[in-house]
């Protein structure tokens, strides 16, 4: 069972990436995927998440409107589109998988992906 983040890198103020989360060894479709982050000297906050079957999803209250959650299935990889990226964004990018809803624990973690975002 893995999950392994790519798509991280050095950009600037207002640019866009797209993070990737490619799993194998299970069905990503049966799981509720989570992205967090870690930014320097801060503890690991929830980003976003969306359940199984994209029931729904959640989005913390500063990336609203600039960050989406998508998943292909037949890829068995979920995305994090990251839009206006700030400043404040830089941070160490995980995804993770649970086999309940977005409000439980996570199961499996990848090993993250780093956004930096010069101003």
């Known amino acids: 069972v893995q999950l392994v983040e790519s798509g991280g890198g050095l950009v600037q103020t207002g640019d866009s990436l797209r993070l990737s989360c490619a799993a194998s060894?299970?069905?990503?479709?049966?799981?509720?995927i989570g992205w967090f982050r870690q930014a320097p000297g801060k503890e690991r906050e929830r980003v976003s998440c969306?359940?199984?079957?994209?029931?729904?999803?959640y989005y913390a209250e500063g990336v609203k409107g600039r960050f989406t959650m998508s998943r292909d299935n037949a890829m068995n990889t979920a995305y994090l589109q990251l839009n206006s990226l700030k400043p404040e964004d830089t941070a160490v990018y995980y995804c993770?998988?649970?086999?309940?809803?977005?409000?439980?624990?996570?199961?499996?973690w990848g090993e993250g992906t780093l956004v930096t975002v010069s101003s």
């Open positions: 969306i359940d199984r079957n994209d029931i729904s999803a």
């Open positions: 060894g299970f069905t990503l479709d049966y799981f509720a």
């Open positions: 993770a998988a649970t086999r309940f809803s977005c409000g439980y624990g996570m199961d499996y």
